[in-house]
């Protein structure tokens, strides 16, 4: 069925650096964009970035950027996030989303979603 | 960055109940709008897109309307499984963002 599959979520000291990543299977990964979402305890959903299909555009939430990478490998379906100089207000559960895709155009709203990985910085 | 102000933050409702949540956008996004569910330690579910467009799989008492800067989603018949916090999410421009949820509860 159709999946994504998110690890690499754990406890890290501010400062440092944490790759998440989300594998995908059940649809062809490289026909679709996928996004990272993001859930700090007790609060609402903060979109991260998103990466399109093949990998040619890039965009970030305005708290991540210049410090979070986004990037896909389509060989192994799977997306990465590379989270650098982390800081406490970045801990959150965070999700891994596909694009909709409708006949051929992409939709940046997200109808597939993993079920978290979580990420705490902490000294 | 286009901003999204949801209401209410919370309602109280019944089995059966008509529930109306709404949606603005700080500055015009066609019809560029979804709305998610979350339940309690689970990821968000995508319940209706492009503003009225009902996702596969969604029940029918599920409804969006609206377009330019406001928007709403209707539940027409309340059922034991909504009880959930609603999400809606503006798909106009990069950086996507979210409203800040509406929690349906059990009166």
């Known amino acids: 069925q159709v999946q994504l599959v998110e690890s690499g979520g754990g406890v890290v000291q501010p400062g440092r650096s944490l790759r998440l990543s989300c594998a995908a299977s059940g649809f062809p990964f490289s026909s679709y964009g996928i996004h990272w979402v993001r859930q700090a305890p007790g609060q609402g959903l903060e979109w991260v970035a998103v990466?399109?299909?093949?990998?040619?555009?890039?965009y970030y939430g305005d708290s991540v950027k210049g410090r979070f990478t986004i990037s896909r490998d389509n060989s192994k379906n799977t997306l990465y996030l590379q989270m650098n100089s982390l800081r406490a207000e970045d801990k959150a559960v965070y999700y891994c989303?596909?694009?909709?895709?409708?006949?051929?155009?992409?939709?940046?709203?997200?109808?597939?979603w993993g079920q978290g990985t979580t990420v705490t910085v902490s000294s | 960055d286009i901003q999204m102000t949801q209401s209410p933050s919370s309602v109280s409702a019944s089995v059966g109940d008509r529930v109306t949540i709404t949606c603005r956008a700080s500055q015009g996004i066609s019809s560029w709008l979804a709305w998610y569910q979350q339940k309690p330690g689970k990821a968000p579910k995508l319940l209706i897109y492009?503003?009225?467009s009902l996702q596969s799989g969604v029940p029918s008492r599920f409804s969006g309307s609206g377009s330019g800067t406001d928007f709403t989603l209707t539940i027409s018949s309340l059922q034991p499984e909504d009880f959930a916090t609603y999400y809606c999410q503006q798909a106009n421009s990069f950086p996507l963002t979210f409203g800040r949820g509406t929690k349906v509860e059990t009166k």
């Open positions: 989303a596909r694009e909709r895709l409708s006949g051929s155009s992409w939709y940046s709203d997200m109808d597939v």
């Open positions: 492009a503003a009225s």
């Open positions: 990466i399109w299909y093949d990998g040619s555009k890039k």
